[in-house]
């Protein structure tokens, strides 16, 4: 049995409500977080770079929005900071929330 073909009008438009800024929102804010912790530790892109395994370029790009952090480097990132897996999305999304309500 063959499978039809979806018309791709017929998908709703708007459910990728965020493709127009480029990136989804969470990304500069997991960027904007991993900074404040950074920030908060005292340590320099170099250092929290060196114990994520990271480059400081990269480092610093993420924390301006310009990189798409993967899975693998979040845990990477976590485990720097001593936070449980999850935790930079679950902080960056009360952030997005807290954000989303004052506006």
């Known amino acids: 049995m063959k499978h039809k073909r979806i018309n791709k009008s017929v998908v709703p438009q708007g459910r990728i409500w965020w493709k127009a800024m ?3 929102p969470l990304n500069a804010m997991i ?3 991993v900074q404040r912790l950074r920030r908060e530790k005292g340590w320099s892109l170099r250092e929290l ?3 994520a395994g990271l480059t400081k370029s990269y480092l610093c790009g ?3 929005g310009e990189h798409s952090p993967t899975f693998e480097v979040m845990l990477r990132l976590e485990a720097a900071l001593l936070m449980v897996p999850g935790g930079l999305q679950q902080l960056a999304l009360g952030w997005l929330r807290e954000r989303a309500a004052v506006r």
């Open 22 to 24: 480029g990136r989804h």
């Open 62 to 64: 993420l924390e301006h």
């Open 49 to 51: 770079a060196c114990e």
């Open 31 to 33: 960027g904007q977080v």
